[in-house]
């Protein structure tokens, strides 16, 4: 990968103006939050990452070559408190750039997954930097798989790429590029008004509405139906006839045949 074709496809004024690119690292999360002295908008990017970390606590299988490993450090002027749907808005960004290059029509599994063909093709994990009660900076990781063929067994059932869902082999900086264009304007847009105008474009690719699913916390597992999708972003579901609404940071979601 080269810095110099992200920037070639970047048609934003500060969202990834600075790239800092590494071969390897051990999670391009990791490394934000350890340079986060960067101006806002730095992007972190890797070719391949020993420990890269997914939602939940999980880890995210993140091999040479093969995807697009990269996280955004954003300044936002913003109590932490305020951001929640900050998620939402990345993971839509993320849905309608891949789309748009790809020509897929992937979908959003809540929060934010990116779902193609019925297998997780992106994960997004945002995360918050506190020093005392104050929010520094937020880190958005974004990871795509674009040219695996394959993957390990314990993931092969539940995960694809773009490869392997279109045959195609895609410019992983041209979709950065196309992420961080397509983020810039829906970031100012929730910073100005919240989710309010973002949330009908993301109904209408949420897979996850209308389905029976089932909710996973430290608590165990409830079956549960998915209604909505509330002003700040999370998921509304009734459970035992009673409606409830449940945060991204709480749960994770499954469906109940699988993983959608
Ligand atoms: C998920 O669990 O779905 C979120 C996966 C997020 C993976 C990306 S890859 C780039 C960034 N660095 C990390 O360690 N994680 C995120």
């Not at 041209?174 to 989710?195: D, P, Q, R, T, V």
């Amino acid at each position: 990968m080269s810095k110099f074709d992200i920037l070639k496809y970047l048609k934003t004024d500060y969202l990834g103006r600075e790239i800092v690119y590494v071969d390897i690292t051990d999670s391009t999360n990791s490394l934000a939050k350890r340079e986060s002295n960067k101006k806002d908008g730095t992007i972190f990017v890797a070719n391949m990452q020993t420990a890269g970390r997914g939602r939940n606590g999980k880890s995210w299988i993140s091999k040479s070559d093969e995807g697009l490993w990269f996280s955004i450090l954003l300044k936002p002027q913003k109590n932490v408190s305020e951001l929640s749907g900050l998620t939402i808005a990345v993971g839509l960004a993320v849905l309608n750039a891949i789309n748009k290059l790809a020509g897929v029509k992937a979908m959003i599994k809540w929060p934010n997954d990116i779902v193609l063909d019925g297998k997780k093709l992106c994960g997004v994990l945002c995360e918050s930097v506190i020093h005392d009660g104050i929010c520094e900076c937020l880190v958005c990781g974004i990871g795509i798989n674009i040219l695996s063929e394959s993957f390990d067994e314990q993931i092969s059932s539940v995960a694809t790429s773009l490869k392997i869902s279109t045959g195609k082999e895609f410019s992983r900086e041209e979709i950065c590029a196309e992420i961080l264009n397509e983020l810039e304007i829906l970031y100012f847009e929730y910073l100005k008004n919240g989710l309010g105008n973002l949330i009908a474009n993301y109904k209408e690719n949420c897979i996850t509405l209308g389905k029976g699913i089932v909710l996973i916390s430290d608590e165990g597992k409830k079956d549960a139906l998915a209604v909505d999708v509330g002003d700040d972003g999370e998921l509304i579901v009734i459970i035992n006839g009673e409606k409830k609404h449940i945060s991204s940071g709480e749960v994770s979601v499954r469906g109940i045949m699988g993983y959608v």
